[in-house]
């Protein structure tokens, strides 16, 4: 059964640092990309960033790019995104999800990804 487990979520305060991570079971994700997208209430679902083994420099949307860092932990088996310098406008569920075997060029296309997450919760708030 293929699914995936957000977890590391939480309050954090603006400024601060959150390490977020996806659990994948079920599929052997080194042959998909692994995206991590966020949806805050009353917007779309948006697009952070994609790993693949296949490329070597993970896309960001501009919003987190310096900021947030996608990276696989091959010990855990999970694929990881590190927010810093978080910012109210951070607060949303952020979800995981598994695609093709690359990012690609579309790599910020919700309907790319066929297995999604539960998600989990990420509130900036002092």
């Known amino acids: 059964q293929v699914q995936l487990v957000e977890s590391g979520g939480g309050l954090v305060q603006p400024g601060g640092s959150l390490k977020l991570s996806c659990k994948p079971s079920g599929f052997d994700a080194g042959g998909h990309a692994i995206a991590w997208f966020r949806q805050a209430p009353g917007k779309e679902r948006e697009a952070l960033s994609c790993s693949s083994i296949w490329e070597e420099s993970p896309p960001y949307s501009e919003a987190v790019k310096g900021r947030f860092a996608i990276s696989r932990d091959g010990v855990n088996k999970t694929v990881d995104l590190q927010l810093d310098s978080v910012i109210p406008e951070d607060t949303a569920v952020y979800f995981c999800?598994?695609?093709?075997?690359?990012?690609?060029?579309?790599?910020?296309?919700?309907?790319?990804?066929?297995?999604w997450g539960q998600g989990t919760q990420v509130t900036v708030a002092s």
């Open positions: 999800a598994a695609g093709p075997l690359r990012c690609g060029q579309f790599w910020n296309q919700p309907a790319r990804f066929t297995s």
